[in-house]
């Protein structure tokens, strides 16, 4: 079986903007993937790309094999997509909004009814189905949105900040539910702010910044990647911060507290106990804590200029072609 998602160098522009810098990412059949990065990173661009909402400036993107453009069809009935914006239409009763989804893309009217129904159970919202989206709650709308998603019955379902501003019961659900799709086979990419979240669900995540790569990792190995911090408390306080091995990447003294910044703090922890013993010092209390996954991201995202690159010196706002496409297709995308 082809990867889920397979791009190679995908370049996405905006006019002069480059959304998409040469990005090459697999996501493997069955797997939880992360796609983590600071606003504007190209994650929902990355999306749009996929799903045919946005047309691939260059490079390749395949789904399931197929390629998203020549193949659009084939690629975009394999995609289950809960966006991040409510793009709903507002006129219908929910079920026959997800009747409608299942109809375009050639599930027939009965089949399409009874999946409406399951699908509406399944998130939580089957009383309200014959409610129109603008009478839901904000929660509501988001388990709509999913359930839209699920009514083709993915192999790949795309959630794109899925949890944005719902409360922490529904955040539950979701997770809960999406944990169960994943479990049962249904491979999902998803897009998040909440590290927490990725760190929970994802098996392994895509960190991006200004439409590139930053890197591909498994959250503990990400964890791995940050330095840990010991602190020391001394029974009294030296005048300096006392003077380490080559372990210490950086030490600093505050209050009779010495912190002492280390690769691992469980290894480097005995060493540097003998080496304030043997100086003298006599210790109170230790405390060693590991760098968060979310230190670790801003690190690899931290960028002096948060504006994304632009192949080309004019900045204009007047919409690019694209731009007007994407719009139509948006559009359709809610209706269907
Ligand atoms: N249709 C469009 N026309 C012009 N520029 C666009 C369009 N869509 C996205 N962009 C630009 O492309 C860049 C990437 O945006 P994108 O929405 O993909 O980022 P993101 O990582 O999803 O951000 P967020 O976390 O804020 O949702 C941004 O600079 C954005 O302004």
Redesign the pocket.
């Known amino acids: 079986m082809p990867p889920a998602i397979e791009t190679t160098d995908l370049v996405k522009e905006?006019?002069d903007?480059r959304?998409l810098q040469e990005l090459s990412l697999t996501v493997e059949e069955g797997e939880f993937f992360g796609l983590l990065?600071?606003?504007?990173?190209?994650?929902?661009?990355?999306i749009?790309t996929l799903v045919g909402l946005?047309r691939k400036t260059g490079g390749e993107a395949r789904v399931f094999g197929h390629d998203v453009e020549a193949e659009y069809q084939e690629a975009r009935n394999a995609i289950g997509l809960a966006p991040?914006e409510f793009n709903v239409d507002r006129f219908f009763p929910i079920r026959e909004v997800l009747m409608h989804k299942a109809g375009y893309h050639g599930i027939p009217e009965d089949e399409a009814a009874e999946r409406a129904d399951e699908v509406l159970k399944r998130v939580g919202i089957y009383d309200k189905r014959n409610e129109r989206f603008d009478w839901l709650s904000g929660g509501m709308k988001r388990r709509l949105l999913l359930a839209r998603a699920l009514v083709t019955d993915p192999d790949l379902l795309i959630l794109?900040?899925p949890t944005a501003g719902v409360d922490v019961q529904l955040r539950h659900d979701l997770w809960e539910l999406v944990t169960e799709l994943n479990e049962e086979g249904t491979t999902v990419l998803l897009?998040t702010?909440y590290i927490e979240e990725a760190e929970r669900l994802c098996d392994r995540v895509a960190i991006?910044n200004e439409?590139q790569k930053v890197t591909v990792a498994t959250p503990d190995d990400l964890k791995t990647r940050g330095t840990d911090t010991i602190t020391v408390r001394l029974e009294s306080s030296p005048a300096v911060a006392p003077d380490l091995g080559e372990y210490a990447h950086e030490t600093t003294l505050e209050d009779g507290h010495l912190e002492v910044r280390v690769d691992d703090g469980g290894s480097t922890a005995p060493q540097l106990l003998h080496d304030l013993e043997a100086d003298g010092y006599e210790i109170a209390d230790l405390e060693i804590s590991r760098t968060s996954l979310e230190e670790i991201f801003v690190d690899l995202t931290r960028s002096e200029d948060r504006t994304?690159t632009r192949s080309g010196a004019s900045e204009t706002d007047e919409?690019?072609e694209?731009?007007t496409d994407?719009?139509a297709a948006r559009e359709q995308e809610g209706i269907a």
């Open positions: 905006y006019g903007l959304a990065g600071p606003n504007g990173a190209g994650k929902t661009t990355f749009n946005a991040q794109d900040e897009t702010h991006m439409g994304v919409p690019t694209d731009e994407d719009g």
